[in-house]
């Protein structure tokens, strides 16, 4: 292995759960939760991960990947804060890419999802395991205040494996997310996905909306996780 071990990722939380949400919803995965986030959305249910003053586990690749495989489990998701603002995480995808892994990332949509991809590839001498990394990138809704910050450009870099997630917490959030939609031909190019706010909206009222407006190829889904345990529980 040829890892940069100079390199230290800033860890909040890591622990194996069920995937609460997206494509691999109810299976195992191991959960990375990464230090920091250049946003602000007003829902957050991990502010806590954002603040300067939360402690982090300074880890290098190769624990990281070593702590993934010793679980013994597939699917690894990296969230936060915001994964994609790691110095330097392409080193660390890649060799859990390498060790046979899923690597679901998790990301707010500010930031390029090309260019970490395009560092993995340069990486990687096995390029069908490009296949098993996965962005899941929410297009923040003006709900959360942080519209303003959307990468557009994203769109023009997915993937078929890729999802894109719309958080709404009021039917005007869901006007946008169906105008996004069509708008970028999103349900052509990859998943798609809308999750209610925790709390703040009606999952029946969603559902009523995709019926309203023949919402075809769109998946409502709730964070599993959210129901199974405590809704602010760590670590599950
Ligand atoms: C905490 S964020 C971390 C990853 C990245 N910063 C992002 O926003 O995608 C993980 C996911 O949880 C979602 N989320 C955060 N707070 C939520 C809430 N109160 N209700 C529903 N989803 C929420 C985010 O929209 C995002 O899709
Ligand atoms: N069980 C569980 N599944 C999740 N899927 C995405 C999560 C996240 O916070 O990004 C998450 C989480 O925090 N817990
Ligand atoms: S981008 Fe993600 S981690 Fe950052 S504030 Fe928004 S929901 Fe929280
Ligand atoms: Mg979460």
Same mark, same amino acid.
Do not use: W
């Given at each position: 292995m040829n890892m940069n071990n100079q390199i230290k990722y800033p860890v909040v939380e890591q622990f194996v759960s069920i995937?609460? %949400?997206?494509?691999?919803?109810g299976e195992l995965a191991v959960f990375i939760r990464f230090k920091g986030c250049n946003l602000n959305c007003?829902?957050?249910?991990?502010q806590w991960a954002n603040r300067q003053d939360t402690p982090a586990v300074e880890k290098t690749a190769a624990e990281l990947v070593a702590d993934v495989c010793r679980t013994g489990i597939d699917n690894v998701t990296m969230t936060g804060g $915001?994964?994609?603002?790691?110095?330097?995480?392409a080193g660390l995808i890649k060799e859990l890419l390498s060790a046979g892994k899923a690597v679901e990332i998790e990301t707010n949509g500010s930031v390029s999802l090309e260019n970490v991809r395009a560092q993995v590839k340069h990486l990687?001498? $096995?390029?069908?395991?490009? %296949?098993r990394l996965s962005m899941t990138m929410d297009y923040k809704l003006a709900g959360s205040r942080?519209?303003?910050?959307?990468?557009?450009q994203n769109f023009s870099e997915l993937q078929p494996q890729d999802t894109v997630k719309f958080v709404a917490g009021s039917i005007e959030d869901l006007e946008k997310t169906r105008q996004i939609i069509q708008e970028y031909g999103l349900t052509q190019k990859c998943h798609v996905y809308i999750s209610p706010v925790f709390g703040a909206i009606e999952p029946a009222d969603i559902v009523e909306y995709m019926k309203a407006h023949q919402m075809n190829g769109v998946r409502m889904q709730l964070q599993m996780h959210k129901f199974i345990w405590a809704p602010d529980e760590r670590g599950v």
């Open positions: 995937n609460g %949400e997206g494509t691999k919803a007003s829902y957050c249910d991990t $915001e994964p994609l603002l790691q110095i330097e995480l990687t001498q $096995e390029r069908q395991s490009m %296949e942080m519209e303003t910050f959307m990468r557009l």
